[in-house]
């Protein structure tokens, strides 16, 4: 989805584009953008912005406008007693933004996006929202947009007398939206507040990526309906404010989108976003410090200075109070815009909006895109780390109120000594040294942030971990006392001695396991809740107590198992068995995250293995043989080449093809590989 914001000191306006990838953007010099090329080339600047997994359009939002990165658990919600994955819309915890802090914002597009922001306020009607219905996205998704229904999308405004029926009318419907002459009044009320925002949110491209590839005709000239629907958007917002310089710009994207026209992964079509500022108060094109990369080479973008960012660097950068009004455009996959306005003509500390922090954001202004001295970039920092560690103080009271044991974070036991450093090099006008001390305790802040988020990590790996071995040791004894053949003696003595381990308490009868298996849940039971734990933890610690609880009602048949093993010695044989398996399991668990592993091992099967069958069988069946050594060969091949293609409906058709002929191929030659079986096993008898 994308989306256009504008955020303003007298009243904000933002705007982002969704789906957007940074390389369909820059590559040829912004080719499909001009707009957007002429404020890279001459009056603004260009980064990458990296976004996090998930790469998806709410964790997205929430980074460039609250300034964090959400838990992933944020896409379900639980709602009317029942789990749902409204959760995409309506937060599971409620947590402060930029929209939140403005005193007013005005947000048009999709409905998936807009109601998080609009329901999470502190002031329900600080949030205004101006949405299409929501089977808008289903006719643009499908591709299929039939005259009923775009006549439906030009109740209110001109559909510009388009013939192309895709997603990028959803694009068409917020630009027309945001020009409607209804919109006048809304513009007045702008003009005389202070600190608001215009958000303006594009699903287009979003959409049509996911129906039809990023590499297609119609996204690709979606990309040239935004540039030239944000070139509108801006040149309007100028004109009525008359062209008094005062506005800066942000442009940039909540995610990407793969060739395979998804996203969701880490894959760097999805996590790497652009982002474009200019304006007032932001840095103009660096020619003297370029970047040569392999990015800015393949872009023809090697002659200008790029410094990159993290997603959630937007949100501090949008709040400075060093403007009057800023327009913010976010594109979920490619793009966000920005703009602001200096109050006054004195333009004292701040940021670009003038709106305090959000309350949770947890990264760095982007300093480099700031065209302002250095003691004003110094205070920025200052404050921001400040903002962040106030966070940390929050997060250690709240873990050590619930804590035993508590081990503090020790690299900011003297954190007061670090705070005063800073305020003493900006005293004596150190900036660059503030900066860096600044920015230092704000990295620090961050890693404390994360030691209590993740402080009961080892409790939960461990449990987590013991009670799926206890379903291993489970399932296999289970499998070794019903189907491996053992003696039926060794488990009636087995069945014996657990009789003999039975007792009473209170009329109820039970073995020494249960009885362990309760005692052990109840002391744990106690410590969590003392730990004020969620309720899950107890559903861990219930799964590892009860499949322990069965294995050592085995225990007598896993001992009778492992001494008749070592007294026969055919335990050698079968440890070296089960540590195949256990390598050959590894294998396959190894190729999910690269699956080039896969092609020594089928080498080595199509090969080796013919070699181990009995020489009758080869002699009979020459050819099989050799079809499976080309097949195997040829499939390790394949796992070498890269995993996204361009689609080919000719590939999949010669696909289709290999598969039927194989299958008559198979169908054909399976009962004569039967009898060369039956033939090689009579003669070597």
């Not at 990590?457 to 053992?486: D, E, P, Q, T």
């Amino acid at each position: 989805m994308s989306m256009i914001m504008l955020l303003l000191h007298i009243d904000p306006r933002h705007s982002t584009a969704d789906g957007l990838r940074a390389d369909k953007l820059f590559e040829k010099q912004l080719g499909r953008a001009p707009f957007l090329k002429d404020i890279v080339m001459n009056t603004g600047s260009f980064r990458i912005s990296r976004t996090h997994v998930p790469t998806e359009s709410r964790p997205g939002h929430v980074a460039l406008i609250a300034g964090f990165y959400e838990d992933v658990s944020a896409v379900t919600s639980v709602l009317n007693n029942r789990l749902s994955f409204e959760g995409w819309k309506h937060n599971p915890v409620e947590f402060d933004s930029v929209f939140n802090e403005s005193r007013k914002t005005w947000s048009f597009g999709s409905p998936d996006i807009l109601p998080m922001f609009a329901d999470g306020a502190s002031d329900k009607h600080r949030v205004e929202t101006f949405m299409y219905p929501p089977e808008f996205e289903d006719f643009a998704e499908k591709g299929n947009l039939d005259k009923q229904h775009t006549r439906s999308f030009s109740l209110s405004f001109d559909i510009r007398k388009t013939t192309v029926l895709d997603a990028s009318m959803l694009d068409t419907w917020v630009f027309d939206k945001v020009d409607d002459k209804n919109m006048t009044p809304v513009f007045f009320r702008i003009h005389s507040r202070v600190m608001f925002e215009f958000f303006v949110g594009l699903l287009g491209l979003d959409t049509n990526g996911h129906a039809h590839r990023p590499y297609s005709k119609k996204y690709l000239n979606n990309i040239q309906l935004v540039d030239s629907g944000i070139q509108r958007f801006v040149e309007n917002w100028d004109a009525f404010f008359n062209h008094d310089g005062k506005t800066a710009y942000v442009f940039t994207e909540d995610h990407g989108m793969s060739n395979r026209g998804n996203h969701g992964d880490g894959n760097p079509d999805n996590t790497e976003t652009p982002l474009i500022a200019w304006g007032a108060g932001i840095a103009g094109p660096d020619r003297k410090n370029a970047v040569v990369d392999s990015y800015s080479i393949d872009w023809g973008l090697d002659k200008l200075k790029r410094v990159d960012v993290n997603q959630a660097d937007v949100a501090p950068l949008m709040v400075r109070k060093q403007f009057r009004h800023s327009l913010y455009t976010s594109n979920l996959a490619v793009a966000n815009l920005l703009i602001s306005h200096p109050p006054t003509s004195h333009q004292t500390q701040s940021t670009l909006i003038g709106i305090p922090y959000p309350m949770n954001s947890v990264d760095e202004p982007p300093l480099a895109y700031l065209n302002n001295n250095a003691h004003y970039k110094a205070e920025a920092a200052f404050r921001n780390a400040r903002q962040i560690l106030r966070q940390f103080f929050v997060k250690q009271e709240s873990k050590r109120s619930t804590e035993l044991f508590f081990e503090p974070f020790p690299f900011l036991l003297n954190h007061e000594t670090l705070i005063q450093e800073i305020q003493g090099l900006i005293a004596e006008d150190l900036m660059d040294a503030a900066i860096e001390k600044s920015q230092e305790l704000a990295r620090v802040c961050i890693e404390g942030l994360r030691y209590y988020q993740i402080y009961d990590w080892l409790f939960l790996r461990g449990m987590i971990s013991v009670g799926y071995l206890g379903w291993i040791a489970n399932r296999l004894l289970f499998v070794f006392k019903n189907y491996a053949g053992y003696s039926f003696g060794a488990i009636e003595e087995d069945e014996r001695d657990r009789k003999m381990h039975i007792f009473s308490f209170a009329n109820t009868r039970f073995d020494k396991a249960t009885f362990g298996a309760v005692v052990f849940f109840a002391t744990f039971s106690a410590f969590m809740h003392m730990k004020q734990s969620h309720p899950n933890y107890y559903l861990y610690i219930a799964f590892l107590v009860h499949l322990w609880a069965q294995v050592f009602k085995e225990c007598r048949f896993a001992w009778t198992l492992i001494t008749s093993n070592l007294k026969s010695g055919a335990w050698m044989m079968n440890f070296s068995k089960g540590a195949l398996y256990f390598i050959g399991l590894e294998f396959l668990v190894y190729s999910y995250f690269s699956r080039e592993i896969l092609t020594p091992a089928l080498i080595v099967a199509g090969i080796v293995w013919p070699m181990l069958t009995p020489e009758s069988f080869q002699k009979y069946n020459a050819g099989f043989v050799w079809y499976w050594r080309i097949s195997c060969i040829g499939t390790s091949i394949f796992l070498m080449l890269p995993v996204e293609f361009d689609e080919d409906i000719r590939l999949v058709t010669l696909g289709g093809i290999l598969i039927l002929v194989s299958g008559i191929f198979a169908a054909y030659f399976s009962p004569l590989y039967a009898t060369s079986i039956e033939i090689s096993i009579e003669k070597s008898e």
